[in-house]
Structures are given as C-alpha cells and as structure tokens.
C-alpha cells in the first residue's frame, strides 16, 4: 500500500490566492521530504529539499517566498505556493527519505491556477 | 552534476513484444539508478533499483534493467509487454543510498499497440 500520501489530488485555485498541499509519511517518520514539480511531458525538477525542524533548502531558481515549504513533524511536510498565476499550474509531487528504503512518492497533486 | 538522458522520448511497440528502454548516466561517484513508472496524473512507482552487487537487477512486472559501467548505462526490458505497461517511465540517478535527491531522465512514454 501508499506510505507517502499526498493531498490533495487536484486543486483549482484563482489567481492570487495561495494552495496549501501537504504530505505524508504514513507509516514512518522522515527526516527529509522532497518536493518536485513537473510540467506537462516533462521530467520532474527538484524543488526543494524539507528538513524537519530547519529549514527547507532550495534548488537554484526556486523562489523560496512563493513556495513556501514547512516541515513541522516527522510525518508531515507542506508546501504552499503563494500568490499563485497561471504559470504555477502544474503538477507537484513529493517524496519522502525511509530509512535503508528508495524514496517513495505520493501520487502528486494537479494545481490549476484560473 | 549528476545528470541522465533518456534518449527516447515515445516508443510504440505492439502487445507481446519484447522492450528496452535506453538511459545513460553521468555521476561522479557510485551511482544508485532507478526506474520509476508513472501512470497519467499519478504518481512514481519504483520498478526497480541498483545499488551494487549484481548488474542484473529483477524488478515488478516482469521488468529487469543491466547496470553497464563501462557505457555508463542502465537499460531498462521486459520480454513481453503487457497492454497495462503503457505509462511513462523515468530513469533516475541518486546518491546515499539513494535517499538522496535523484535526478530523473525526461522520460520515455511507452504505447502499446493490441
């Protein structure tokens, strides 16, 4: 079964406004959480890294003020995007780091930005 | 950088058949390489993953992909593909483990044709 979950699925937000989604481990607790986005027909580009209880670290050319990640628990990152436009729609997908484990992903989350 | 290039972008091949799916590496050090499969508005799934032992590595689904140094290589195949292996598959790179942040290839989106 899922041990990352994600939510929510799809989010259709009007531009300007900010999107909370949130992940997490379901039956373990991560340290590390990893955020990706991913444009259509496209790979998926790191994000970010989230760090439990410090603060997240960012890939170049991310803007740190519009994605806003937090990682409050061992069990649950988040990640809002703020002031969302049209340009942030896509698809985002986290993963979080199990121990002597692959990473495992969550399903991802559709942002539609109107 | 760690970096990884899936040469194909779309293969069609006909149910029954057998598939490789090409992807090259460049990493700095001991590479850890996956393949992910990624069903439309899913998330990743892990096919299969090499760490170090043997280069033959059995995944789910009847997958199997060879690690190959010497041409800095990690092909991915299957036999005989099943019409429910239309997806999307990525090919990842990775350090620690591979708990690290992986760098995925762009991609090869498979069709299956009956």
């Known amino acids: 079964g899922a041990v990352v979950s994600q939510h929510p699925s799809r989010v259709i937000c009007k531009s300007g406004t900010s999107v909370k989604i949130e992940c997490r481990s379901l039956d373990f607790q991560a340290t590390t959480m990893f955020w990706y986005r991913q444009f259509p027909k496209q790979s998926l580009m790191l994000m970010a890294t989230?760090?439990?209880?410090?603060?997240?670290?960012?890939e170049q050319g991310v803007e740190k003020d519009k994605f806003l990640i937090n990682h409050a628990s061992l069990t649950l990152s988040t990640l809002t995007v703020t002031s969302a436009h049209p340009e942030d729609s896509s698809f985002y997908i986290c993963?979080?780091?199990?121990?002597?484990?692959?990473?495992?992903f969550g399903n991802g989350t559709r942002l539609t930005v109107t | 950088a760690q970096s990884v290039t899936q040469p194909d972008i779309h293969i069609t091949v006909s149910e029954g058949a057998s598939l490789e799916l090409r992807c090259n590496y460049s990493y700095g050090a001991t590479p850890y390489l996956f393949w992910y499969v990624q069903s439309p508005g899913q998330g990743l799934q892990l096919l299969l993953k090499y760490f170090s032992g043997d280069t033959l590595v059995q995944g789910i689904k009847g997958f199997e992909a060879e690690f190959k140094r010497s041409q800095s290589s990690f092909n991915l195949r299957k036999p005989s593909v099943h019409w429910s292996d239309a997806a999307e598959y990525f090919c990842?790179?990775?350090?620690?483990?591979?708990?690290?942040?992986?760098?995925f290839g762009t991609g090869t989106r498979l069709t299956i044709i009956p």
């Open positions: 989230s760090n439990e209880g410090s603060k997240a670290t960012y």
């Open positions: 990842a790179v990775g350090g620690g483990f591979g708990n690290e942040k992986l760098t």
């Open positions: 993963s979080a780091r199990r121990p002597d484990s692959p990473l495992h």
